[in-house]
């Protein structure tokens, strides 16, 4: 069973930061999802054991998916955020062939 606790979510202004956090509870091929109201949850960001890390469109140069395998944990660095950033996001990792999910952290974008 994995097991996967997000932090690090809240409410910025247009233009600021924040840094998403998931520990997990070993080391997987993970990523970031997002879900905005009325829409179907996106892939943001992923990264691989081995670090190699790839985004949607929407978020490259913004945001910085990494990794510390020593602690298990993923993070998400997002900078400059838009409003259009507002969302549910869900940290996922894919072991022995099946999706697990976290609870989810709010973001949300003030203009």
């Known amino acids: 069973q994995v097991q996967l606790v997000e932090s690090g979510g809240g409410l910025v202004q247009a233009g600021g930061s924040l840094r998403l956090s998931c520990a997990a509870s070993?080391?997987?091929?993970m990523a970031w999802y997002r879900q905005a109201p009325g829409k179907q949850r996106e892939l943001v960001a992923r990264?691989?054991?081995?670090?190699?890390?790839g985004y949607v469109d929407a978020v490259k140069g913004r945001f910085t998916i990494s990794r510390d395998n020593a602690k298990k944990t993923m993070y998400l660095q997002m900078n400059s955020l838009k409003p259009e950033d507002t969302a549910v996001y869900y940290c996922?990792?894919?072991?022995?062939?099946?999706?697990?999910w976290g609870q989810g952290t709010q973001v949300t974008v003030s203009s």
């Open positions: 996922n990792a894919v072991a022995w062939g099946q999706d697990y």
């Open positions: 070993g080391t997987f091929f």
């Open positions: 990264i691989t054991s081995g670090g190699n890390t």
